[in-house]
């Protein structure tokens, strides 16, 4: 009875076995002329990666709003023209745009309005008595403020004009009205302080604040360096702005340490020094607006125009903003085109991979993104096929399916070269081991019934 039992479960397995195809189909690439399609099979190469990136494809583009800044075109009405700026905001470009201020020759130091001088002079002889008074007088009030009218008073002499003046011109003044009022001096004039030529700096400096132009030239490293230094996190987006005469001059900061010639930029008075962190205009365009206030904008009628800019700049962001999120959603609900590309056979998850927009896809990127990728266990890695149709209707049952050998891990870099086109498809077939697995897994339950029917008989 055992006997014929078990040759009905070997009877009944050779049957099953013999039926798989009809039990089992494999998806594969045959090529030839298959169900009225007419298959070619390349393998990817590198000769022939170029010949299938010659297609014609221009990935599509993503909205306007996603290119546009809100603070572009337009001015302030009745405010006169804005500076120049240093560059057009755009959206983290790979580098920093630089802009250099044009080389100044300022000229030997000239004598301004709050500078504070003073009269030098021998501590012994004639010329100390002749000059007691002057200087008795200097010591109490801390050497000669020059005052807003640019003259200096001195007791017993009277005001002296000295703004405007080098400390040449200034000293050969005062010698002559020091003679005219019958003393014949003998002393050297000084500037005691430096009040009336500023440089302002802030941003991302240890202590910001203004440096005085003094007799010696004063250099942007040197007034960085006397403002504690720039304190920044990343220096590919951050940038020294120099505001002059109405103009913005923008220096990237990892260029300026590279340079000297850029350390070594002079300064004049009225410049404004601002250290921008970040590559959006958002912290450095609140400090120039107050240096331009400072000096232009006196009147009642610009500042309203600075607040007409500033909401007009507020009503374009909001649109902007509102045109990108109304994009997105319908995009998420598929009411915008979009092109794919499919993924079947032995793959992570089959389905289907958006192409990027503005920019093209190669093989490998959709075959390793997110939690897709090539199963080692059951896909066969010599057989990557990417199917892409004909684009001629006279030939439109034709398909080329463009093999990669992975086999040979070097081949993988082909994957990065081969470019992926709308509507390709991506098929890995499996391994051979694969295909009997399956088979086995779906007659065993067939062999166990027949050998259940045939011991109850």
């Given at each position: ?9 070997l009877?009944g ?10 039990i ?7 090529p030839?002329?298959?169900?009225g399609?007419k298959?070619?099979v390349?393998p ?17 583009a ?7 800044v ?7 009405r009745g405010?006169g023209?804005l500076?120049e700026?240093?560059?057009q ?10 802009r ?18 003073l ?16 200087l ?8 000669y403020t020059?005052q ?9 002499v ?10 040449e ?6 010698f ?10 003998e ?6 302080e430096f009040?009336?030529?500023?440089v302002?700096?802030?941003g ?7 440096a ?7 250099y942007?490293?040197?007034a ?14 951050a940038?020294v ?9 923008q220096?990237p ?30 912290q ?35 649109a ?7 994009f997105?959603?319908?995009l998420?609900?598929?009411?915008e085109?979009?092109?794919y590309?499919?993924l ?8 289907r ?7 093209r896809?190669s093989?490998?990127d959709?075959l390793?993104?997110e939690?897709?990728?090539?199963p ?13 149709g004909?684009?001629?209707p ?7 399916a463009?093999q990669l050998?992975?086999?040979?891990a ?20 499996e ?5 009997w ?12 019934t027949?050998?259940v029917?045939?011991v109850?008989?």
């Amino acid at each position: 009875m055992k006997t014929k039992v078990r040759l009905a479960i070997l009877t009944g397995a050779a049957l099953l076995l013999a039926g798989c195809g009809a039990i089992y189909e494999s998806p594969a690439v045959l090529p030839g002329s298959a169900a009225g399609a007419k298959v070619r099979v390349v393998p990817i190469t590198p000769e022939s990666a170029l010949v299938a990136n010659r297609s014609s494809y221009t990935p599509r583009a993503l909205p306007a709003a996603f290119s546009q800044v809100a603070g572009g075109g337009g001015g302030l009405r009745g405010a006169g023209a804005l500076p120049e700026p240093a560059f057009q905001p755009q959206s983290r470009p790979a580098e920093l745009e630089l802009r250099v201020p044009p080389p100044v020759q300022p000229g030997p130091y000239r004598i301004g309005v709050s500078d504070v001088v003073l009269l030098a002079t021998p501590q012994s002889g004639t010329t100390v008595s002749e000059l007691s008074g002057l200087l008795a007088a200097q010591n109490r009030r801390q050497g000669y403020t020059v005052q807003d009218d640019g003259a200096i008073a001195i007791p017993d002499v009277g005001r002296i004009p000295v703004a405007g003046l080098t400390l040449e011109e200034a000293e050969a003044l005062v010698f002559q009205r020091l003679v005219e009022n019958q003393i014949d001096p003998e002393f050297s004039l000084e500037i005691a302080e430096f009040n009336s030529r500023k440089v302002s700096i802030g941003g991302a400096v240890a202590k910001p604040g203004v440096a005085p132009i003094t007799l010696r030239p004063l250099y942007l490293d040197e007034a960085l360096a006397g403002a504690g230094g720039v304190s920044v996190a990343d220096r590919d987006y951050a940038s020294v702005r120099i505001y002059r005469d109405g103009t913005l001059y923008q220096i990237p900061l990892t260029q300026l340490y590279a340079r000297d010639g850029l350390r070594r930029i002079q300064l004049v008075a009225g410049d404004s020094v601002f250290v921008d962190t970040a590559y959006e205009l958002d912290q450095a365009s609140a400090y120039f607006q107050e240096q331009i206030r400072l000096a232009e904008f006196r009147q009642g009628a610009r500042n309203a125009a600075l607040n007409e800019l500033q909401a007009e700049v507020s009503l374009r962001r909001a649109a902007l903003q509102e045109a990108r999120q109304n994009f997105t959603s319908r995009l998420e609900l598929g009411a915008e085109k979009r092109d794919y590309v499919y993924l079947a056979g032995e793959v992570g998850q089959q389905g289907r991979f958006p192409l990027p927009y503005n920019q093209r896809a190669s093989l490998a990127d959709a075959l390793y993104d997110e939690a897709r990728g090539v199963p080692t266990e059951t896909g066969n890695v010599a057989r990557i096929y990417v199917l892409r149709g004909s684009s001629d209707p006279r030939d439109f049952d034709a398909i080329t399916a463009w093999q990669l050998d992975a086999s040979n891990a070097a081949n993988l870099l082909l994957a990065t070269r081969f470019e992926l086109r709308p509507n390709d498809v991506i098929f890995v077939a499996e391994q051979p081991v694969t295909a009997w697995n399956r088979v086995i897994r779906q007659i065993i339950p067939s062999l166990i019934t027949t050998g259940v029917g045939s011991v109850t008989r």
